[in-house]
């Protein structure tokens, strides 16, 4: 089958032919419509887990994935052929990823079955991005009426967590890159930020002179940036980073410092598709682009032009 793959650690994604999947006992086989970007599929592809799990080269990358059941496995009971599933792979070693024409997951991996209000192909937007933006509004725990600076708002991750915040009623401060405000705004923020116009610290000053109720930082890759974002947190008051750049030491006096990690669930992926059934989630989809070039949108994700979500479509 087509999929698309790096021949090894930090090498460039390439269009391979690998063998198709069976399904195996315990095991669904699903012909994908779309798999999701996310740029820990690219991290992944670099060497961020090497020594903490196995992986198989030529490593096919990716995760998140919606399609349909074309073959259960023995033992299968959660699923039968024809239904519409989405969520992620996974196996003991990594390299089967979702940039193909097939996958096979274990039915007890994150999966569920579609929402039915969007294209069977949007879900493929939801698995990794949706159930980090679910799980980082509950460790953050910003209550009603209270605010909340994101910081790599115009995100897949940020999108869901802006509508998620404004859902419950929290007063959402949208940093992104270039000029956003008329899309954030739709999803739900009150303020938008353009950083690469704007001084982020003085906007969030002119609009919380004391500071924010929490930060959620999805942007950062040093400890230096988030704990100078992590200044505009008010005391007692909470940030977060999603990228694993918290240091109390660096942290300001009085804020609480939370370095994140999701834990997927079949049942958080079910609730999310319920979301966007009751029209109370919106699927952000910025691109779709076909399976063979899978590797010029993952040079854009590299460079942080990304918005929204891209789908790559076999």
């Given amino acids: 089958m087509r999929a698309v793959a790096v021949r090894a650690f930090k090498a460039l994604p390439e269009p391979v032919e690998v063998p198709a999947p069976v399904a195996e006992p315990g095991r669904v086989l699903v012909k994908v419509a779309a798999a999701g970007l996310n740029p820990v ?46 969520g992620q792979v996974g196996g003991a070693a990594i390299g089967a990823g979702s940039y193909a024409e097939y996958v096979s997951a274990s039915e007890d991996a994150p999966l569920a079955r ?3 209000s969007v294209p069977l192909a949007h879900a493929a937007a939801l698995p990794v991005a949706g159930m980090t ?36 009623d929290v007063r959402v401060l949208a940093a992104v890159r270039g000029d956003a405000r008329q899309r954030m705004g739709a999803l739900g923020a009150a303020v938008t930020v353009d950083t690469t116009a704007q001084d982020l610290a003085s906007a969030v000053r002119d609009e919380y002179p004391d500071g924010v109720d929490a930060l959620v930082d999805l ?12 200044a505009l947190v008010h005391d007692g008051g909470v940030a977060l980073t999603s990228l694993h750049q918290e240091d109390p030491a660096r942290a300001p006096r009085g804020v609480e410092v939370i370095g994140f ?15 966007v059934d009751a029209g109370q989630l919106k699927i952000d989809v910025e691109a779709e682009v076909p399976l063979e070039r ?12 990304a918005r929204g979500k891209t789908l790559i479509v076999p």
């Fill in 114 to 116: 579609a929402p039915k």
């Fill in 294 to 305: 899978a590797p010029e949108a993952v040079a854009k994700s590299r460079s942080g032009g």
């Fill in 261 to 275: 990690e999701m834990s997927p669930s079949g049942d958080l992926l079910a609730t999310l598709a319920r979301a």
């Fill in 133 to 168: 933006a679910a799980q980082i509004l509950e460790a953050a725990a910003v209550r009603e009426g209270e605010s909340l600076l994101v910081i790599g708002a115009g995100g897949g991750v940020g999108t869901y967590l802006t509508q998620l915040a404004a859902g419950r």
């Fill in 219 to 230: 942007a950062s890759r040093t400890k230096e940036d988030f704990a100078a974002n992590a």
């Fill in 41 to 86: 599929d690219w991290l992944i592809a670099d060497g961020m887990l090497d020594g903490v799990a196995p992986h198989v080269f030529p490593l096919v990358m990716g995760a998140d994935f919606a399609g349909t059941v074309t073959a259960v496995g023995d033992g299968v009971t959660r699923f039968a052929v024809g239904d519409e599933i989405f």
